[in-house]
């Protein structure tokens, strides 16, 4: 049997052979790792589940009530230019009305959104975008090829300040460095091409397997060229089913749906007439008040204990998904003593990520090996546990001459993090290593987060395993925070970020894994199943892989 | 009483100076600003673009010329991007910078923009002060009468049952913080911990409307403690002038002792208990801050923890102003209060 991508052409070879290989000996992670490739690669979730000979998992959303208000509880920030959105939850507002080319789903599939769909060379060099027909902005004109090449140059934009989508997208970028001083920090010319007026096409330098993913994060909003977020209450332009009413930041922002505009994909969601984010803070125990008032329908996130209390709660259900969620707690490596590898080492032999995992997230989660790749990525190798043993730990402090050193361990002042940050400082001070533990409020944590000597920091999840090694460890990187720098991981994750071939690409990954470890870059001890609760009437608020939630498919169930 | 009233609001604008000047050069510290540009642009921004950032927007100016900036007498400064936009202090975004005034501070009537709430100050100040003077009304409402009668009550038979029994109550309330009643009400009253839930133990929609359920435990939890504090200082004051010669004289005319109570002790019982009771509102401004927090409910006192915890300069220097203004003004009254209460004391 044949499998096809959206467009009609057959799927690459390789990845109709991991096929294969998964129905052989499959495992729930294996499959979802071919979903996530196949998905990339253009298959539709019904194709890529068909070529393991199983459903696509029917999504509920034949049973909404049009109408009726929303009201979310979460965080309201003020808005910003889209590529510079550092919280998702400033996404979450602006995408009632900015849209996304693309669409990760909870299932590890990707949906193309304001894209009808997309090929990739098996090689991963060239980008066939196909740029959905049909599609109007909300003044009336059509949206085309030129918007989404507009888009992507933007993105490029490397003197944008706290442009992150230029992180996800340096492989186009002509960036200026040491080895390249007339870079100019834009687009490479020729690597993107207007087709006609619903093709772009994209010739990379070199292959790169991550643009899709990145045009599905959440910074990678699509805006109209007139678009100014300073003006976004009186000119909302997008594509987007909803408007905003107002935003009233730390207080509320109200979306409501824009009658005088035609969503492409009407009658396929926008169901609620009005969505109300309401901010109570950042402390859970006012969103359990705010529940127990009835003055919010559905939550953003809830941690730790607080899981137990609404559980408890009646009228309110429960939605968890295993994520790529993490925690680093993290030496850097630009400070005295962390230079030294066998210091950084002793660190990590000396805690136990299952007591971590246990101690910070009360077990809501699975234990992670120090490589921050796992087995909801794609390209994970089992490299096993990674080693404890806190007498070899000290013993190698000892020998590294940091047997007196104290560790200075720098956490945020709440939550999970800050717990499992005491937890590690605990085990260290058990193996008979000297610490002090830190704890800074949110508002000044983040002012050097990068450059603690040793701190932890939470990081969201990725699609693909690559992606966060090439945005966090890879030598200068801006979030480079452990302050690796290491050539042969380098070299090695470049060629590993050009093989769009699963398999292949796991030989790179296990270099890269044991790397990780051997360095001792960090202490990664699990990824977090994530949760929220809404309540029993609501749908299509279930907490999302990414935290991104969706507008539009948000309703009230009839 | 001219001269008295001329020489206060000397004093009030001189502080008002000399606490901005304060709240500015803190503020302006190097990792303040670092935290201000990182709320701004990216909270994972790097020292170069900081750098550039505070270099672009003005902020490394002398530090008094930055000041007069924001008092109004000082130029505002521009900037001329690489491509030749000029951006500027009196420069809103997207306005020709040909018609921009030089001068834009509070002289001018300008208190500045918000890089929190991106707002302009002036209106949002406003805007939260009259969510805070609700509050505040409320718990007056509540505070003064149940004070004053718990206080002439107890005050009034030093040492008898009522009087232990009143005293002890307003020592407990005056000595539980609100941080701590408000908790424990929220748990008590509005939780399922007890499935009483007879009120909301968040305040979120009390800024639409304000009703018994939203409204009544932050009153309460800030209300509570002044009431303690004020019944003790009436007691004190009550059971003073009920050991006065006239009271046993009128005592001994014949006169009933309620009559006594209300005609001859209440009115010079009152006069210490007005100055505290002034002296409370200022003391409200910052329970608010707590309480406003803890109940969700965005005032004055939420608006204050938010400009700290971003490092909004202008508008915590919008926020030291009115509390100058708050606290001196009080004062002011209860000054002059007093001297019409006691005629034995002259202002001038």
């Known amino acids: ?558 | 009483m001219g001269t008295f009233l001329l020489k206060r609001f000397g004093v009030m604008l001189l502080t008002a100076l000399c606490l901005t000047l304060i709240v500015f050069y803190l503020t302006n510290l190097d990792p303040n600003l670092e935290k201000l540009v990182k709320s701004q642009l990216d909270m994972r921004t790097s020292d170069a673009q900081v750098e550039a950032f505070l270099e672009r927007n003005g902020y490394r100016q002398n530090i008094f010329k930055r000041y007069g900036e924001w008092l109004g007498v000082a130029p505002g400064w521009t900037h001329t991007t690489e491509t030749g936009e000029i951006t500027g202090r009196c420069i809103p975004a997207g306005s020709d910078p040909a018609d921009a005034p030089t001068f834009c501070g509070i002289l001018q009537g300008d208190w500045g923009f918000s890089t929190v709430f991106k707002e302009s100050i002036g209106g949002l100040i406003l805007d939260k002060l009259s969510l805070t003077g609700v509050l505040m009304f409320w718990v007056m409402i509540t505070m003064v009468p149940a004070a004053l009668i718990i206080g002439v009550l107890a005050g009034m038979r030093e040492g008898s049952k009522t009087d232990r029994t009143l005293s002890t109550f307003s020592i407990i309330t005056t000595s539980t913080p609100e941080y701590v009643s408000g908790v424990v009400f929220i748990v008590v009253f509005a939780s399922s911990v007890t499935g009483l839930r007879w009120f909301k133990g968040t305040a979120a929609s009390a800024m639409d409307g304000a009703n018994w359920e939203n409204f009544t435990l932050p009153v309460l939890a800030l209300a509570l403690y002044g009431v303690g504090y004020i019944a003790r200082m009436t007691r004190a004051s009550m059971a003073e002038v009920m050991t006065e010669q006239y009271i046993r004289t009128a005592r001994l005319k014949g006169v009933s002792f309620w009559g006594v109570v209300l005609k001859h002790a209440l009115r010079n019982a009152l006069i210490a208990p007005f100055t505290v009771i002034m002296l409370q509102i200022p003391w409200l401004l910052t329970g608010v801050v707590i309480i406003e927090t803890l109940f969700n409910y965005k005032g004055f006192g939420w608006t204050l923890v938010q400009a700290v915890g971003n490092n909004d300069i202008e508008l915590m220097m919008a926020v030291s102003v009115v509390a100058v203004f708050v606290v001196l003004f009080t004062q002011l009254i209860s000054d002059i209060g007093y001297a019409f209460l006691n005629p034995r004391i002259r202002v001038s």
């Open chain 1, 1 to 558: 049997m044949k499998f096809f991508k959206r467009n009609g052409k057959p799927m690459p070879k390789h990845v109709v052979e991991m096929a294969e290989e998964v129905k052989k000996n499959g495992t729930a992670v294996s499959r979802r790792e071919f979903i996530t490739t196949a998905s990339a690669f253009g298959a539709t979730a019904v194709t890529a589940y068909a070529m393991l000979g199983m459903k696509a998992p029917a999504r509920a959303a034949a049973h909404a009530k049009a109408g009726g208000t929303l009201r979310f509880q979460q965080e309201v920030r003020a808005l910003k230019d889209p590529r510079t959105y550092d919280w998702s939850q400033i996404a979450n507002v602006s995408r009632g009305w900015l849209e996304y080319l693309v669409q990760f789903n909870n299932d590890a599939t990707f949906t193309p959104k304001l894209l009808e769909g997309w090929e990739i060379s098996d090689d991963a060099t060239t980008y066939v975008l196909k740029v959905r027909k049909g599609v109007k902005w909300n003044d009336g004109s059509d949206f085309t090829a030129e918007d989404v090449a507009r888009n992507i140059e933007g993105w490029c934009d490397k003197s944008v300040e706290g442009n992150s989508m230029a992180a996800r997208f340096s492989t186009l970028i002509d960036a200026k460095t040491d080895d390249n001083p007339n870079g100019t920090d834009k687009i490479k010319d020729g690597v993107l091409e207007i087709v006609d007026s619903h093709t772009v096409k994209l010739n990379l330098p070199a292959a790169d397997i991550t643009l899709i993913p990145g045009m599905a994060d959440y910074p990678a909003a699509i805006t109209h060229k007139d678009y100014n977020f300073e003006t976004a209450i009186e000119k909302p332009l997008g594509t987007g089913p909803y408007i905003p009413e107002a935003i009233e930041v730390g207080v509320k922002a109200v979306l409501v749906k824009n009658t005088n505009h035609t969503w492409w994909n009407e009658g396929n969601g926008a169901w609620l007439d009005r969505i109300e984010f309401i901010d109570y803070g950042q402390e859970p125990a006012a969103w359990v008040a705010a529940a127990e008032s009835d003055e919010v329908d559905s939550t953003y996130s809830i941690e730790g204990e607080f899981i137990d209390i609404f559980a408890a709660l009646d009228g309110w259900k429960r939605a968890d998904i295993d994520t790529a969620s993490t925690i680093v707690i993290r030496p850097n490596q630009n400070n005295a003593p962390y230079d030294n590898v066998n210091v950084r080492r002793a660190l990590a032999l000396a805690v136990d990520n299952n007591v971590l995992l246990e101690l910070g997230i009360a077990g809501l989660g699975i234990t992670a090996n120090n490589t921050h790749v796992g087995p909801m990525h794609p390209e994970y190798v089992d490299i096993g546990a990674p080693e404890y043993n806190p007498e070899k730990a000290k013993q190698m402090m000892d020998e590294a001459g940091a047997g007196d050193f104290e560790h200075e361990i720098i956490s945020i002042d709440a939550g999970y993090r800050k717990d499992t940050t005491d937890a590690v400082a605990d085990q260290l001070r058990k193996a008979g290593i000297k610490v002090k533990r830190t704890v800074l409020p949110g508002s000044t944590f983040w002012n050097d987060w990068a450059k603690y000597p040793f701190s932890s920091t939470n990081w969201n999840p990725r699609p693909l395993g690559v992606q966060v090694l090439a945005l966090a460890y890879r030598s200068g990187e801006a979030w480079n925070e452990s302050g690796f720098a290491n050539k042969e991981f380098d070299d090695t994750l470049t060629e590993a970020l050009a093989i769009a071939d699963v398999e292949k690409r796991k030989v790179k990954m296990q270099r890269l894994m044991e790397l990780m470890r051997d360095e001792g870059v960090t202490i990664q001890p699990y990824w977090r199943t994530l949760t929220n609760f809404s309540k029993d009437t609501v749908g299509g608020a279930d907490h999302h892989i990414s935290y991104e939630y969706y507008p539009h498919e948000m309703h009230f169930k009839a």
